[in-house]
């Protein structure tokens, strides 16, 4: 009965049009057992989005659902067809790639942070990326999982320390620079601004 009804989880995600969390762990089960035999690598790739909190707050969670789709459909048009992209939580996706070792997913990585740094609608869209490799980081769905979140929050972290509250300003667009003024008349603002994207 219990498996039954696992099937009928849907594969993909609604907003994004990727797979679903459920698809990503089944994914990455089947290439551990796949690796085991063939002794081949592969990676997991987690890209997330910085400062949706901002994002949101500027621009409504509509806009905030529509920088997921951009980052999603640039993924998707950056992968392999043996590849899977899937939606990893409210503003990460992950990748799965088959048969690429560190200096292959690196490729990817740039890849996607590049397309994504060209695209000029606002407000204007980057990610930090964590990345784990199999067998190299681990040989478990969970502690790949872990090596890749602890490499994203360790670029997060990064980001943080030398963000300022000018790195607030490339996401708002000009129609909002009276926006932005007002934002600066507000006491604290500037010092929470200050502490990065989420």
């Known amino acids: 009965m219990r498996e039954a009804k696992i099937r009928q989880i849907p594969a993909s995600d609604v907003l994004s049009g990727l797979a679903n969390c459920h698809g990503l762990f089944e994914t990455v ?10 002794g081949r690598e ?20 509509l806009t905030g659902d529509r920088a997921l789709c951009r980052l ?11 590849d899977t992209a899937a939606r990893y939580g409210d503003d990460k996706i ?17 890849r996607i942070s590049e397309r994504l740094s060209i695209d000029r609608e606002e407000p204007l869209l980057s990610v930090s990326v964590g990345i784990a490799g199999y067998p190299r980081d681990g040989k478990t769905l969970d502690i790949l ?18 963000a300022s509250y000018s790195g607030f300003l490339p996401l708002v667009s000009s129609k ?16 929470e601004s200050r502490r990065g994207p989420d």
């Open 94 to 110: 992950a990748i799965v790639l088959p048969e690429c070792g560190a200096e292959a997913a690196d490729t990817v990585e740039r």
């Open 29 to 38: 089960k089947s290439e551990i057992k796949r690796s085991e035999r063939s």
């Open 176 to 191: 909002h620079k009276g926006f932005v003024s007002h934002l600066k008349s507000i006491p604290g603002l500037m010092r």
């Open 72 to 82: 999603a459909n640039i993924i998707r048009r950056s992968c392999r067809v043996i």
């Open 145 to 162: 999982f872990q090596v890749a979140v602890r490499t994203l929050c360790q670029k997060k972290e990064r980001a943080e320390e030398t």
């Open 42 to 61: 592969f990676a997991v790739l987690i890209f997330d989005l910085n400062g949706m909190k901002q994002i949101n707050t500027c621009y409504g969670h």
